[in-house]
């Protein structure tokens, strides 16, 4: 999603997407808004943001949603935020194995938002976050 565009999405399935090149094996959110209701990201891998990778002053809005087993070789299985985006997630789940692509590849974390590169905010509300090896939320 790019460049101004807008996507809504209600009760769908995003299963077992890759984007091991960058990041966002769900949804790459580029420049767009993103709203997320009620949505499973399942299986979906990357090298940032397996499940979804929001960047370059994107919005995403998640509600209800289900994160299960996504993988990502540099942080953020599930979510990873970066240049100037802005994420909400509102009763979402966490659920299974989200760990990094491959043993000792690297940290962790289920939502990975690099604030020095810019990330605006990320505010989570009601959502359940498991343990994880390395931490379940990065803030950096």
């Known amino acids: 999603i790019a460049n101004g565009a807008i996507l ?3 009760r769908v399935t995003l299963r077992e997407g890759s984007a091991n090149g ?3 094996g769900g949804l790459f959110i580029r420049r767009g808004e ?3 209701v009620d949505c499973t990201i399942e299986r979906c891998s990357g090298r940032s943001g397996g499940g979804l990778l929001v960047a370059n002053d994107a919005t995403l809005d998640a509600k209800g949603c289900v ?3 996504n993988t990502a070789a540099h942080g953020g299985a599930a979510v990873a935020v ?7 997630l509102r009763s979402c789940s966490f659920v299974g194995q989200q760990r990094p692509a491959g043993a000792g590849d690297g940290p962790g974390w289920l939502i990975d938002a690099t604030l020095s590169s810019g990330a605006k905010a990320v505010s989570l509300e ?7 090896r390395d931490g379940a939320l990065r803030l950096s």
């Open 8 to 10: 809504s999405l209600e």
């Open 22 to 24: 960058y990041g966002g």
């Open 34 to 36: 993103v709203s997320l």
């Open 67 to 69: 994160f299960v087993d």
């Open 82 to 88: 970066r240049d100037r985006a802005r994420v909400t």
């Open 126 to 132: 009601d959502c359940t976050l498991p343990a994880v």
